[in-house]
């Protein structure tokens, strides 16, 4: 089927000047103009100008092609058992890791547990040594109650520094 210049330019995804030039490029009796002034492209033409451009591979090209094609399959075959060998690696050394992880973190917990326990127990013995002391300081408060009253010098300071209290922000700041 015959194609306009714009119709196959947009088909190879070309300019129009491109094309254009490679239809000056090839024999006359593979385009014709149409009864609009178009030029239009025969499926030979067409094949000529792919093949001018690089667009369009030979025979040789495609059994090239072919082997090619045999040649990556074969090396993404290799290449997806050397993937899985090293993932295989990788996925046993982090469930190495993993049971490492698990064991330090048993041996905290361990640790964790025994100095908390040395801690209660370290509470306890301050606890009963102040149960040991609390009626030793009871005592001696009680002697203390039985001493004589304050004096009248203790009383008097504690008078004036009543007054003292009582006194303005600006007198205690001008001393007055």
Sequence with gaps: MAKTIRQFADELEVT????QYQVKKIDSRYVTKSEGGAYLIHKKGQALIKINMGLEENASDKKSDKSDKQTDKILS??????????????????????????????????????????????????????????????????????????????????????????????SRLFNR
């Design 77 to 170: 075959d290799d290449l997806s058992v050397e993937t899985l060998a090293i993932l295989q690696k990788e996925l046993a050394e982090k469930n190495e890791q993993i049971n490492k992880l698990q064991e330090l973190l048993k041996e905290q917990q361990n640790l964790l547990s025994q100095q908390q326990q040395l801690t209660l127990q370290s509470n306890r013995q301050i606890e009963h040594l102040q149960l040991a002391f609390t009626p030793e300081i009871n005592e001696s408060s009680e002697s203390k109650t039985d001493a004589p009253a304050s004096s009248d010098h203790d009383k008097k300071q504690t008078k004036e520094s009543g007054q003292k209290q009582k006194k303005g922000f600006f």
């Design 16 to 19: 129009k000047q491109a094309i």
